[in-house]
């Protein structure tokens, strides 16, 4: 067990009863749940935004030992934090670059998304300049209009790549804009471009890339031919489906729980409103408990008078406007003690609270219920 973002403190035990636990024999069952639905496909397991809110360092170092062939993050800063807690595996940064970051990105050894012909001859330069190989990995615009060249033009950027002398140009990739969606026509359509792309090579007689991919969670689940040779796995898997409406042709188990503890516990008499604003108020007299957890922790505020926990098992309404630090859940007349554990996300006795229900709750998906719980609280690894 491990935990992270807190102060050390004398008897070991962590300072916050609020915590994340987070399940890595669950993740490696998930990791590979996803390789065998792949194979001969290779994972690339998705580490952006702080792993999905499950700790980037923790996560990296779990999958390493695992042996994945690559890991995926999407900024410069990501990938530098790995490379700085000892991580050799190869990382591709996925987001688009500026043309100062590419010494950067040459001195920690990390594979550069080419998303243009310009940026591929800065890397070119940048890694003459250095007396070093630059790995690069091409990026396509198939239909998601953010980063890459688009499909139409992509010869242009396929071309240049072949006149590089400082490259390794190690991989070509797309991106789904609606992999994840029930109608998958402009999925395939994307396909299809991409497809389209990679011909230039056969029409050339040439080997391709080493890596071409494309699937991201929704195109591992429901689009077996774009698994090409790598996947990029993200919320998959950590265990979410990325929408309601997919197919879950890969079976996954979340590996996050969110708890906490009762601090306080009160009687309310009828018509006393709970919290900022008076919003909540029992018309008879009821028990309520009070958790210190916030929207500064990432429990959204909007949440307020529609999230639920579960104390003993049981699912009890969080009441009120949901504070900083604090929220308050309404127990009626059920008791609950200051110290018993609360279940913000997560599975006990048969009761349980998904990502999905509160990103209902928030108005939101899941992976923004995940990558906004804030580093304020402590994670903590178990196997
Ligand atoms: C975030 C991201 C992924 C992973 O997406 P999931 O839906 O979480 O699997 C894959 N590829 C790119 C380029 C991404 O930005």
Not at 104 to 124: P, R, Y
Not at 138 to 165: F, P, S, W
Not at 168 to 193: C, K, M, P, W
Not at 197 to 218: I, K, T, W
Request: overall charge negative; charged content about 15%; proline content about 5%.
């Amino acid at each position: 067990m491990t935990t992270i973002n807190q102060p050390t403190i004398s008897n070991g035990d962590i300072a916050r009863p609020t915590y994340l636990e987070i399940n890595l024999s669950q993740l490696s069952h998930n990791y590979q749940a996803i390789q065998q639905a792949v194979a001969p496909a290779v994972v690339m397991p998705i580490l952006k935004a702080n792993a999905y809110g499950h700790g980037l360092v923790e996560i990296a170092r779990h999958l390493v030992s695992l042996d994945v062939p690559y890991l995926g993050v999407a900024f410069l800063e990501e990938g530098i934090m790995l490379r700085q807690a000892g991580i050799q595996t190869p990382i591709l940064v996925m987001g688009g670059i500026i043309g100062n970051q590419i010494p950067i990105f040459l001195q920690h050894d990390l594979t550069i998304t080419a998303s243009s012909v310009e940026k591929l001859q800065q890397i070119d330069t940048a890694a003459q300049q250095m007396g070093v190989r630059a790995k690069v990995h091409l990026k396509i615009d198939t239909g998601m209009e953010r980063i890459g060249v688009h499909y139409y033009n992509a010869h242009t950027l396929l071309e240049a790549a072949l006149q590089c002398r400082h490259c390794d140009v190690e991989g070509i990739y797309s991106h789904f804009a609606n992999a994840d969606a029930a109608d998958l026509t402009s999925a395939q359509v994307q396909l299809v471009r991409f497809e389209g792309v990679l011909a230039f090579y056969a029409e050339r007689g040439m080997p391709p890339p080493r890596l071409r991919h494309m699937a991201n969670s929704g195109g591992i689940l429901q689009l077996p031919a774009s698994h090409l040779d790598m996947v990029r796995a993200g919320i998959l898997l950590y265990g979410v489906y990325p929408a309601a409406e997919v197919a879950r042709t890969v079976a996954v188990r979340p590996c996050l729980s969110w708890k906490s503890r009762v601090v306080y516990f009160k009687v309310v008499p009828p018509h006393h409103p709970v919290s900022y604003g008076s919003t909540w108020q029992s018309d008879h007299q009821v028990r309520v408990v009070t958790v210190p957890v916030g929207y500064g922790d990432g429990y959204f505020r909007r949440m307020s008078d529609l999230a639920e926990v579960i104390i003993h098992g049981r699912r009890y309404p969080v009441v009120g406007r949901i504070c900083m630090d604090q929220l308050m859940v309404n127990i009626e007349w059920d008791s609950a003690y200051n110290n018993d554990e609360v279940i913000l996300l997560g599975e006990t006795d048969g009761a349980v609270i998904t990502c999905e229900e509160l990103a209902d709750w928030a108005g939101t998906i899941p992976y923004e219920i995940l990558t906004n719980i804030n580093t304020r609280v402590p994670r903590v690894y178990v196997k």
